[in-house]
């Protein structure tokens, strides 16, 4: 299982930034798909999940309105929007089967002015 996560950077507040995470390894139609967070000095939070069928699942809410996940053939998107400067954190791909979970290496997205 391989995810490989792309897109993140630095960012004014206001501004917008798409990630994505390719997915390989496993039967990426077969699963949900999950982005969380980390800032520093804090607890990895799950930021949205996508089910199999492409229904949004678990959007936190400090992200509702803003950010919109979405799939397609192998990879998971983050649509993020209006991002304000506690967006700031490593954003992870991740999905979990047999028991088993599994991470990409992260992108780190920065909002600052």
């Known amino acids: 299982v391989q995810l490989v996560e792309s897109g993140g950077g630095l960012v004014q507040p206001g501004g917008s930034l798409r990630l994505s995470c390719v997915a390989s390894?496993?039967?990426?139609?077969?699963?949900?798909m999950n982005w969380y967070r980390q800032a520093p000095g804090k607890e990895r939070e799950l930021v949205a999940g996508?089910?199999?069928?492409?229904?949004t699942r678990d959007l936190a809410d400090s992200v509702k309105g803003r950010f919109t996940i979405s799939r397609d053939k192998n990879t998971v998107y983050l649509q993020m929007n209006s991002l304000k400067p506690e967006d700031t954190a490593v954003y992870y791909c991740?999905?979990?089967?047999?028991?088993?979970?599994?991470w990409g290496q992260g992108t780190q997205v920065t909002v600052s002015s």
């Open positions: 991740n999905v979990r089967f047999y028991g088993s979970t599994y």
């Open positions: 390894g496993f039967s990426f139609s077969n699963y949900v």
């Open positions: 996508i089910t199999s069928d492409g229904g």
